[in-house]
């Protein structure tokens, strides 16, 4: 009998994505998916390099104690046709470092700036934080 995905399932990514032959090791990371559609969004963001170089700072600030978690803070709907995805540290202090959003139909990925809010195309948002040093 299968196994199906259960509400509040953690994945752990250990080893490697296969998306992209570009994309090499993962460093251990909490993806928090409720169906097979957001795990495959959460996959998109993890392969990401500055969501990779969080991870990497991150446990080795925690000397390992510390990983990353995506999770998926909101569903497509009418209002915001996204999948929202929210990178933070685990616990004790639940950081949030990144917002993401990502198209359900074409699967690309946007960044999303609260404080603005504004949603920024990765392109773009690789450029302002360059500018800035952010």
Request: a positive charge.
């Amino acid at each position: 009998m299968p196994v199906k995905l259960h509400l509040n399932v953690s994945l752990f990514l250990l080893f490697f994505i296969s998306l992209n032959s570009k994309i090499g090791p993962v460093v251990a990371q909490e993806l928090i998916a409720h169906s097979a559609e957001e795990k495959k969004v959460l996959t998109l963001v993890v392969a990401l390099p500055e969501v990779q170089q969080r991870s990497r700072e991150i446990k080795a600030l925690s000397h390992g104690k510390v990983q990353i978690t995506l999770m998926v803070s909101a569903a497509p709907d009418l209002s915001i046709p996204f999948y929202q995805i929210n990178v933070n540290d685990n616990a004790p202090t639940y950081n949030n470092y990144y917002q993401f959003a990502v198209d359900p139909k074409t699967y690309k990925i946007y960044y999303f700036d609260a404080k603005a809010n504004r949603q920024y195309s990765l392109e773009e948002w690789r450029k302002k934080r360059k500018s800035l040093k952010y």
